[in-house]
């Protein structure tokens, strides 16, 4: 997501993104109520969106809140016990293993962050399949059986909150559809403080 700045000359190039106007590259994270959960700002606009989210992640200093590792369950004829085994894995696996006594079924489940297409799939991230399109209409009159297709329309309905938060994060704050001629440190804490008064609002009205 990118919010507009004003920056110095001599750094104009580096924070001018591909839509020409400079700007934060912000990495933002919600959950399905509308409410942030992390925030990293102030990478320069030119920055590609699997940069910011790589050194995130890799850094400790940035103390990203990494998805919870995936459990191994074993389901051996209908009895459904979870076993010990940890796994990282990128997504639900179900393995099969039969043999004259009995049927061995391991289930692998874990929690992933939904990205849109500037991110790869990896442990603990689920984008959607590239080069996959879907059409509402099929869906709607059950023509979409394409696993892809569908997968990639039930991506899009789950990430389409994030959308929607940033909407109204936007109109909430009018000021980072454009921030005054401030340093750039006071740009970057406008950005980083209006998630957290978004999240005073809502307790504020809502509870």
Request: net charge positive; proline share 4%; hydrophobic share 40%.
């Given at each position: 997501?990118?919010i ?6 001599e750094?104009a190039v580096?924070?001018?993104n591909?839509k020409g106007?400079t700007?934060q590259?912000?990495?933002?994270m ?12 102030w990478?320069e606009?030119s920055a ?7 050194v995130?992640t ?5 103390r990203f809140?990494?998805?919870p590792?995936?459990?191994l369950?074993?389901?051996?004829t209908n009895?459904?016990?979870k ?5 990282n894995?990128?997504?639900v696996i179900i393995?099969?293993y039969?043999t004259?006594k ?5 289930y692998?489940?874990?929690k992933?962050?939904l ?6 799939n ?5 984008a959607?399949?590239r080069g996959q399109n879907?059409h509402l209409?099929?869906h709607?009159?059950g023509d979409g059986?394409h ?5 990639n329309?039930?991506h ?9 938060t940033f909407?109204?994060?936007k ?9 005054p001629?401030?340093?750039?440190e006071?740009?970057?804490?406008l950005?980083?403080a209006s998630?957290?008064l978004s999240?005073f ?6 509870n």
């Amino acid at each position: 997501m990118h919010i507009p700045c004003v920056v110095p000359t001599e750094v104009a190039v580096a924070y001018r993104n591909r839509k020409g106007f400079t700007s934060q590259n912000v990495m933002a994270m919600v959950d399905f109520e509308m409410k942030f959960t992390y925030i990293v700002t102030w990478w320069e606009g030119s920055a590609r969106d699997a940069r910011v989210m790589n050194v995130a992640t890799n850094t400790p200093a940035f103390r990203f809140p990494h998805a919870p590792p995936g459990m191994l369950y074993l389901l051996v004829t209908n009895e459904f016990n979870k076993g010990t085994g940890n796994c990282n894995c990128k997504y639900v696996i179900i393995l099969v293993y039969q043999t004259q006594k009995a049927k061995y079924s391991f289930y692998v489940s874990s929690k992933y962050y939904l990205v849109d297409a500037g991110y790869k799939n990896k442990a603990g991230f689920l984008a959607h399949f590239r080069g996959q399109n879907y059409h509402l209409h099929d869906h709607r009159r059950g023509d979409g059986d394409h696993r892809k297709e569908m997968f990639n329309y039930r991506h899009a309905s789950l990430r389409n909150v994030i959308e929607r938060t940033f909407g109204v994060w936007k109109n909430r704050f009018r000021i980072l559809r454009g921030i005054p001629k401030y340093p750039l440190e006071k740009q970057r804490d406008l950005v980083i403080a209006s998630p957290y008064l978004s999240l005073f609002y809502i307790f504020q009205f809502t509870n």
